[in-house]
C-alpha cells in the first residue's frame, strides 16, 4: 500500500501529498488511507493543519474500524467543507499467460489508430507509455496504459470503446501492458470505485490479486 500511495501523489520530503502523480496536477485529496489485512497507510496534503492531522491520528487509534471513517469524514468537514470521497479496491496483477498478451504496443509509427477514439493519448502519450491496442477496422478500440506510474511500480488506465465491448479486448491490453511492467521490474498495480462495476468485472477476469482498499477524501 505504500507503493500504490506513491504511485498516486507526489510527496514532498516530509511525506505530505503535493499533488496528483499525473502531469497534469489536478488537485490532490486531503486525506488518503489505504487499508491490508497488514495495517493501514495514511497521508495528508501538505496544506493539513497540524492540528487536523493529530485529531484524525487520534480518531483512526482509538475508535472502532467501523467508526473510524464516519468520524474521520466529520473532523474533515468541520475543517473544511469536503467536496468528493473516493474509495475502491487495489489489486495487483498475477502472474499473465501468454495466451492473453497478443495486444499491439503504440509506437510512434502506428499511434495514428489512437486518433479515432483515443486522441487525448496522443498528447500525452510519452508519460503513459507503456500503451498496448487492441484494433478494429483500422482502429484502436481498446487501450491499457500507464495511468500513473514510479520506480518502482504502474497503474493500469484501461478504455474500450462503447461498441466493442464484452469482446475480451480489455482482457488483451490488459494482461500485455502487466507483463512489459513486470519485465521493467516494476510491479503492476489496478485500482478503481466500489460503483465501477465494469471495471471491477475488468479486474475479475483478469484474476487479480485484491491486496487492499484505498480512500481518498477531498
Not at 497534469?24 to 493539513?48: E, K, L, M, S, Y
Not at 475508535?63 to 468537514?77: A, C, G, H, M, R
Not at 498478451?101 to 496522443?122: I, M, P, R, W
Not at 512489459?180 to 477476469?205: F, L
Request: hydrophobic share 35%.
Amino acid at each position: 500500500m505504500d507503493i500504490q500511495a506513491e504511485v498516486l501523489y507526489v510527496h514532498d520530503q516530509a511525506g505530505r501529498i503535493t499533488g496528483v502523480n499525473e502531469r497534469v496536477r489536478h488537485p490532490a485529496p486531503r486525506f488518503f488511507w489505504g487499508h491490508t489485512n497488514n495495517g493501514r497507510v495514511i497521508r495528508f496534503r501538505n496544506d493539513i493543519s497540524n492540528n487536523v492531522i493529530r485529531n484524525v491520528m487520534k480518531i483512526m487509534d482509538r475508535y472502532d474500524p467501523n467508526e473510524q471513517l464516519s468520524n474521520v469524514i466529520n473532523t474533515l468537514q468541520m475543517d473544511k467543507e469536503i467536496r468528493r470521497i473516493w474509495m475502491g479496491p487495489a489489486y495487483t496483477f498475477n502472474e499473465i499467460g501468454t495466451d492473453y498478451t497478443d495486444a499491439t504496443l503504440v509506437t510512434e509509427n502506428n499511434k495514428c489508430y489512437l486518433e479515432h477514439g483515443f486522441s487525448s493519448l496522443l498528447s500525452e502519450l510519452e508519460s503513459r507509455e507503456p500503451c498496448y491496442m487492441v484494433m478494429e477496422n483500422n482502429m484502436a478500440v481498446s487501450v491499457c496504459f500507464s495511468a500513473r506510474s514510479s520506480d518502482r511500480a504502474a497503474e493500469a488506465g484501461v478504455e474500450t470503446l462503447e461498441g466493442y465491448r464484452g469482446k475480451g479486448y480489455a482482457i488483451r491490453v490488459a494482461s500485455s501492458w502487466a507483463q512489459a511492467i513486470r519485465h521493467s521490474q516494476r510491479i503492476p498495480m489496478y485500482s478503481t470505485s466500489w460503483d465501477n462495476y465494469s471495471s471491477q468485472s475488468v479486474a475479475k477476469r483478469l484474476q487479480l490479486h485484491l491486496y487492499g482498499t484505498d480512500i481518498s477524501i477531498y
